[in-house]
């Protein structure tokens, strides 16, 4: 059984979701585009599909929670 010996804040990041439809020159639909930009560090990225994006966002997530528990101290950490 996983036990937590100290409730931590939740860890917060902001990004801001841009979405747009491509057209061709007959207005039809085409794709779908997306970008983020990180609201901490002002940097935007973007992606070709919805694909890309989410594959993003899970490495991300993964990322930020590994770094954030490296800085919990032992006690702190999931046993």
Wanted: aromatic share 10%; no cysteine; proline share 4%.
């Amino acid at each position: 059984m996983t036990e937590i010996s100290q409730a931590r804040p939740p860890h917060y990041h902001h990004f801001v979701l841009l979405v747009w439809e491509e057209r061709d020159v007959n207005g039809q639909h085409v794709t779908w585009r997306f970008s983020l930009q990180d609201a901490q560090k002002e940097e935007r990225i973007g992606f070709k599909n919805i694909k890309e994006l989410t594959a993003f966002l899970e490495r991300w997530m993964k990322d930020s929670s590994e770094d954030n528990s490296e800085v919990l101290s032992p006690k702190e950490k999931i046993k």
